[in-house]
């Protein structure tokens, strides 16, 4: 894995639940780039995207992240890594459900490793195009991690991300997960309804996400 600063797109659920082994390798460290983005803060999601794929695929993306370096990361002192890269209902999620320490380190870095595939599968739709949005202006929680009662995954936008995603490649559907507000904009002469589908997976010190962006 490459630095959070300069891997991934260039610029701008869990395999059914929290855990799981299909992943190995070698990472490098993160970097603390998620401080660049803007605050938006922490506002309900505009909208929330998963579900089954039913139309033609625009992207993928994967990440892996060394959860030891990402958790060094977290810890260093001074670090603002962890308010500038989740939303509070994530790190609210990861309270709720108690996590601390090497626990905690390697929920988020599932997370971190979602937002990033995310990116990379929308800069694969725009292949041969210029960024949309400078990896030094993206705002990372508006990109947001939630999940049902059974611990799948799905991806709500906000903000900027939200908006130029709709005006790239599509609206995004209205199929919200739960706890995620519901109503995409896209209408019958507006342009077509995409999803990101995600997965989460961890094997050992590795976390590792699967981005898919798709029509329908």
């Known amino acids: 894995m490459e630095s959070a600063a300069g891997r991934g797109a260039e610029s701008a ?37 998963g579900g089954a794929v039913e139309g033609s695929i625009l992207g993928t993306g994967i990440d892996m992240v060394h959860v030891p370096s990402f958790a060094a990361d977290l810890d260093r002192p001074g ?65 947001e991690v939630v999940a049902d009662a059974w611990g799948r995954v799905a991806v709500a936008l906000h903000g900027r991300v939200r908006d130029e995603v709709a005006r790239t490649v599509g609206a995004p559907a209205s199929d919200a997960a739960p706890g995620a507000a519901s109503g995409g904009f896209a209408t019958p002469t507006g342009p077509p309804q995409v999803r990101f589908h995600v997965s989460i997976s961890h094997d050992g010190d590795q976390a590792i996400a699967i981005a898919v962006l798709a029509e329908g």
Do not use: C, M
Not at 99 to 126: C, D, F, P
């Open 79 to 143: 670090s603002t890594f962890a308010k500038a890269a989740f939303t509070v209902g994530e790190r609210a999620a990861a309270n709720r459900r108690g996590l601390v320490g090497t626990a905690l380190a390697r929920h988020l870095a599932g997370r971190w490793a979602v937002k990033e595939a995310v990116v990379k599968a929308w800069s694969q739709a725009l292949y041969g195009t210029p960024p949309v949005i400078p990896r030094d202006e993206v705002d990372w929680r508006e990109i």
């Open 13 to 49: 659920a869990a395999d059914g639940h929290e855990g799981g082994a299909d992943a190995s390798g070698g990472g490098e460290s993160i970097a603390d780039a998620a401080t660049a983005g803007a605050a938006i803060g922490d506002a309900p999601a505009d909208v929330a995207i």
